[in-house]
């Protein structure tokens, strides 16, 4: 029998037995767990107060063959809380996995997964295309499609606006707004970057460019949190339209999207739409120098997967692209949720 070193198992860079190589090929039972908790609804019903075991499987439907391995799973990743036989949501669920709260990824976490595929077909099909999956030979892919999809892309701007409040407290720390006045958010989705911006530094005035479908939930978001009068939206195709200028132009979660090329084109684009002395910040998942984090390697993969011309980037590229589009690097900070911003400025 192989004896296993303690806590070797699923931890990077531990490949040590049989049971670390097997781990990294189960990888995917944890996102399994997590997608059966989300479908069965074990988050919401723990939403007001714990519950015992039996009472939450009770309430779950689950049968009782695996409902305690179930349960205590989710309590051994981390996603729930268990004590005296009781069940309750982890901190990091309460904030994340609650349809009716903020911070809410699940639903981004069931599409993605859906748009994925349920096997590694998507992945195996890249691999030896280089096509995203779903793709026709328009070079249309299958994440296009929530933005005529109310209820989906509700869920995938929930998603975005978890990430971008998490970034907008970084940027807020990492950039003196005090000798700036305006701001343009390009591919700003529904403003929550922005008026979390403007909530800050009252004295700020920003507008935010994305696809025309996002203006209704741009208005009601501005005004829910009180900035109507601050900030406003264009829609349009950065690549086609005038970016609006502005002191500080932002591209958020942008240039991923897009080959080299038409990256250096946005990053032009933006040049000209910032104020002479003025500022650009380019914030994004950006790969490690040493591509050594597995967690922003696969998500290239998974932008990959989804997107016909998606893929990641080192911050080295980035501020290649920028100094290239004519700006000065300044600074490269890190971001909460995985992110990277250079920020660059306009002499």
């Known amino acids: 029998m192989t004896t296993r070193k303690p806590g070797t198992a699923g931890r990077p860079g531990a490949l040590e037995d049989p049971y670390d190589v097997m781990f990294v090929g189960w990888s995917f039972v944890r996102s399994r767990l997590l997608s059966a908790a989300l479908e069965l609804g074990v988050f919401a019903a723990l939403a ?73 077909q998507g992945l195996t099909g890249l691999l030896r295309t280089g096509d995203a999956r779903g793709q026709n030979t328009a070079g249309e892919v299958p994440f296009t499609r929530i933005f005529h999809d109310p209820e989906r892309l509700r869920l995938f701007l929930s998603a975005m606006d978890s990430f971008s409040t998490a970034v907008a407290e970084g940027l807020c720390a990492s950039l003196d707004w005090s ?15 922005a008026a979390r911006l403007a909530a800050a ?17 741009f208005e009601d978001l501005v005004a829910e949190r009180g900035v109507g009068d601050r900030l406003a939206f264009v829609g349009g195709d950065f690549f086609v339209d005038d970016l609006p200028r502005a002191d500080v132009v932002i591209l958020g979660s942008v240039l991923h999207d897009w080959p080299d090329e038409r990256r250096l084109e946005l990053l032009r684009r933006a040049h000209s739409a910032v104020l002479d002395g003025g500022c650009l910040v380019v914030y994004d998942t950006m790969l490690d120098e040493e591509r050594s984090r597995p967690e922003s390697l696969l998500l290239s993969l998974v932008m990959m997967t989804q997107s016909a011309h998606a893929s990641g980037f080192s911050a080295a590229q980035c501020r290649q692209w920028v100094t290239r589009a004519g700006f000065t690097v300044r600074r490269t900070v890190s971001l909460p949720a995985l992110t990277t911003a250079v920020i660059a400025r306009k002499n």
């Open 179 to 193: 000798g700036y006045r305006t701001f343009s958010d390009i591919g700003g989705a529904r403003g929550n970057l």
């Open 48 to 120: 007001e107060r714990p519950l015992g075991g039996a009472e939450l499987s009770a309430r779950l439907g689950l049968h009782p063959r695996a409902a305690r391995d179930f349960l205590d799973a989710l309590a051994a990743v981390g996603l729930l809380s268990r004590a005296d036989g009781r069940y309750g949501n982890s901190p990091a669920a309460a904030r994340h996995l609650l349809p009716d709260r903020d911070g809410y990824v699940g639903g981004f976490l069931r599409m993605t997964s859906e748009l994925m595929g349920n096997d590694a």
């Open 201 to 217: 530094h009252p004295w700020l005035t920003g507008t935010v460019l994305d696809r025309p479908a996002m203006k209704a939930p």
